[in-house]
């Protein structure tokens, strides 16, 4: 094994990995196998010239050198019929084998009639003599003359394929692959010829060696650029490892030549030793060496092989951080659209939402004359089926709705992007041409898809939320509707009364014969059934015209002074009423009208229910009761508790005592409790009931920052 075999040994590591690569991906796929035996023959190629390099004889350097003759007219024929399938096949009749046998007899059979004078040759490469090379000889034989212009007529056939078929494929990946992979070919070929055409003005075959060597090289890096760069096949899960693999192969082969030949000879040279144990050991030290910069290179391989979304992970998780929170969907759509504008350079991008009303995807810019995307149709279908970004040109156009085919011609539409969300199409966006006449590569579009999967889950989300809204909102609606049925008939039925009692009396006091005492007592009880229509009016409107909180800082000790002073004189039986103040509880911000007035109800209920178990209880006196007022505090919120020994509230009816008109009272309105409840809602607080018979307890907790 000698240095100047390191290039093929290099070339022939990666494109018999290539191959390898190409094959498994999908072996069923006439392309892959193809392909895979297209990379596989250049792989023989750099075999051969490894076997020539290394040869000690001169014998099986020339047999070497005839294989690679072989290898040489035969690579043409593989170019073709990789060209058919390559990277659709619109030629149905290939599939047959007679149509291969066909394409490959020519060459064999020219091949054929030049056995055994082979137009190849072995020259030494080095002064010693003990180095091979090979060359052509050009000669006008004529199997030699057909076999150079079947080789340059099967190129032409096959860059004529794959040119004349760019136009008839749909997306821009494959005419890009096609025009790189044809283009790539032509140059290759056309430089293959110039050197061998060139190499009688060599006057070393050292130099000849040099840009051959350089060709070699440039053919491995042609195929692993097509695979890497152009995606002509995406075998994500054997690519980074094999390559990986492939390239630490050649590294450890290149320190061999460089440095462990290098100690080799100078051991021999200088100190007369030679043993294969002690090469084995540089060896073996030398790849434990090694080791500790494979990950490296794996993760500087997968940076390369996906740089594009390293580039966008960034921007795309400072995104995904903001839709994280609900978004209003004018502001949702927004962000996606921004986001899509700027980092795929495109000129305009639009979003159709779906409409469960016209059950279509409609755009979502009101106003716009842009036709909606039928649910039905069969688009929708194959964006369902295939879940990922889809070009615009790999859609069966035929069996698009020709309004809405013509529409995004005009707009030259190039990606469709579903949004979907466990089979469920939620959102279309539609991505129209590049800024600058820039095609999407295929590292573009998995980040697309990858972007429309995450994306579905933030909008359907959204649209979770959205929904919930909409049924709080629907079940508020039917709350406050059955609520102003409650208080119609509440209003109804307090009304109602009075006003019969004063209709009664008013048609007695028409009759002439009512004695005076009569017609006094009459009066009087019109005099008090228009004082109980005015106090039901005067809740009434308490109720429904609780104004805005005005928030201010008082002192609560004047509060409970101004309470108890109106508490005890409307009181009439010396009920006790005492307060407790802790000092966080002194200074209160809230609204010291709305508080005093919903306190004074709380006590009015109290004294009430106080006076109610006197009534009832003969072993109880009203002197007896007891109204306890505390305030206190914490770091967040204020809490405020009325306590009383009446009659308490029978747990049937706690959950009705905040309704309008619920009353137990004889002469209540039942107004009073929804009165508090409503400014305990105005204060942006919170009132809960505790009560068994003896004892009740309102305590009320309001939040210290509004």
């Given at each position: 094994m000698n240095p100047y075999s390191l290039p093929s040994i290099i070339s022939f590591t990666v494109n018999f990995s290539l191959a390898l690569i190409v094959l498994v991906d999908n072996t069923k796929s006439a392309l892959n196998r193809w392909f895979s035996a297209f990379i596989m023959i250049f792989a023989l190629w750099n075999i051969s010239e490894v076997v020539i390099l290394n040869s000690d004889s001169f014998t099986t350097a020339r047999i070497a050198a005839q294989i690679l003759y072989r290898i040489i007219f035969l690579a043409p024929a593989f170019f073709v019929v990789v060209a058919y399938h390559f990277p659709k096949n619109f030629h149905k009749h290939l599939t047959r084998p007679l149509y291969y046998v066909l394409i490959f007899s020519l060459p064999i059979i020219l091949l054929s009639m030049s056995f055994p004078e082979f137009q190849i040759e072995v020259i030494p490469l080095s002064k010693t003599h003990d180095v091979f090379y090979y060359q052509l000889?050009?000669?006008?034989?004529?199997?030699?003359?057909?076999?150079?212009?079947?080789?340059?007529?099967?190129?032409?056939?096959?860059?004529?394929?794959?040119?004349?078929?760019?136009?008839?494929?749909?997306?821009?990946?494959?005419?890009?692959?096609?025009?790189?992979?044809?283009?790539?070919?032509?140059?290759?070929?056309?430089?293959?010829?110039?050197?061998?055409?060139?190499?009688?003005?060599?006057?070393?075959?050292?130099?000849?060696?040099?840009?051959?060597?350089?060709?070699?090289?440039?053919?491995?890096?042609?195929?692993?650029?097509?695979?890497?760069?152009?995606?002509?096949?995406?075998?994500?899960?054997?690519?980074?490892?094999?390559?990986?693999?492939?390239?630490?192969?050649?590294?450890?082969?290149?320190?061999?030549?460089?440095?462990?030949?290098?100690?080799?000879?100078?051991?021999?040279?200088?100190?007369?030793?030679?043993?294969?144990?002690?090469?084995?050991?540089?060896?073996?030290?030398?790849?434990?060496?090694?080791?500790?910069?494979?990950?490296?290179?794996?993760?500087?391989?997968?940076?390369?092989?996906?740089?594009?979304?390293?580039?966008?992970?960034?921007?795309?998780?400072?995104?995904?951080?903001?839709?994280?929170?609900?978004?209003?969907?004018?502001?949702?759509?927004?962000?996606?659209?921004?986001?899509?504008?700027?980092?795929?350079?495109?000129?305009?991008?639009?979003?159709?939402?779906?409409?469960?009303q016209s059950l279509s995807f409609v755009e979502i810019e009101e106003g716009t004359s842009i036709p909606a995307i039928p649910a039905n149709c069969s688009l929708i279908s194959i964006l369902k089926s295939k879940k990922q970004a889809v070009e615009f040109y790999e859609l069966d156009h035929k069996k698009m709705i020709p309004k809405l085919g013509d529409f995004w011609e005009t707009i030259q539409a190039r990606v469709i992007l579903p949004l979907i969300y466990e089979d469920e199409l939620l959102a279309i966006c539609i991505l129209t041409r590049k800024k600058y006449g820039l095609d999407f590569s295929q590292d573009e579009l998995e980040i697309l898809s990858i972007f429309g999967s995450e994306i579905a889950g933030a909008l359907k989300r959204n649209r979770i939320i959205e929904d919930l809204r909409l049924k709080d909102h629907q079940n508020y609606q039917l709350e406050k509707l059955a609520t102003l049925g409650r208080l119609t008939a509440g209003i109804a039925h307090e009304i109602r009364n009075p006003l019969n009692t004063i209709s009664t009396a008013v048609e007695t006091l028409l009759k002439k014969d009512i004695p005076p005492k009569d017609q006094e007592e009459l009066k009087r009880f019109i005099m008090e059934e228009t004082a109980r229509l005015n106090r039901i009016l005067n809740d009434f409107l308490n109720l429904s015209r609780i104004r805005p909180a005005q928030i201010v800082a008082f002192d609560s000790e004047n509060l409970m002074e101004r309470l108890i002073l109106s508490l005890q004189s409307s009181d009439r039986h010396a009920i006790e009423i005492a307060t407790k103040i802790e000092p966080r509880g002194k200074i209160i911000r809230s609204d010291p009208d709305l508080l005093f007035q919903a306190l004074l109800n709380l006590g009015l209920n109290a004294i009430a229910a106080i006076v109610d178990r006197c009534k009832k209880e003969a072993d109880f006196n009203c002197k007896e009761g007891k109204i306890h007022f505390k305030i206190s505090a914490d770091t967040n919120h204020y809490y405020i508790t009325v306590q009383d020994n009446g009659i308490g509230i029978p747990d049937e009816i706690k959950d009705s005592v905040f309704d309008p008109f619920f009353t137990t009272k004889e002469e209540g309105t039942g107004l009073g409790l929804s009165i508090v409840h409503q400014i305990v809602d105005t204060l942006m607080g919170q009132i809960r009931l505790e009560s068994h018979y003896g004892y009740t307890e309102f305590a009320i907790t309001l939040p210290k920052k509004i």
């Open positions: 000889k050009y000669s006008f034989s004529l199997p030699f003359v057909l076999l150079l212009i079947t080789a340059l007529g099967y190129m032409i056939w096959g860059d004529v394929l794959l040119i004349k078929k760019i136009p008839r494929l749909r997306t821009i990946r494959q005419k890009s692959q096609t025009r790189f992979f044809a283009v790539g070919m032509i140059i290759i070929f056309f430089v293959y010829i110039v050197l061998n055409l060139l190499r009688a003005i060599w006057a070393q075959a050292i130099s000849y060696y040099f840009v051959s060597t350089i060709l070699t090289l440039i053919i491995a890096a042609f195929f692993f650029i097509s695979i890497i760069q152009f995606k002509f096949f995406n075998p994500s899960r054997y690519l980074t490892g094999g390559i990986t693999y492939s390239i630490l192969s050649s590294i450890v082969l290149a320190i061999y030549f460089l440095v462990i030949k290098g100690i080799n000879e100078s051991l021999v040279t200088w100190l007369k030793i030679d043993s294969y144990v002690l090469d084995g050991l540089v060896i073996f030290a030398l790849v434990i060496l090694i080791r500790p910069f494979e990950h490296r290179l794996h993760e500087q391989l997968d940076r390369l092989i996906h740089r594009n979304i390293h580039q966008n992970r960034k921007t795309f998780l400072k995104l995904y951080r903001e839709l994280q929170t609900y978004l209003e969907p004018e502001e949702f759509f927004a962000k996606i659209k921004k986001y899509l504008t700027r980092h795929f350079n495109v000129e305009r991008v639009l979003i159709f939402n779906y409409d469960a």
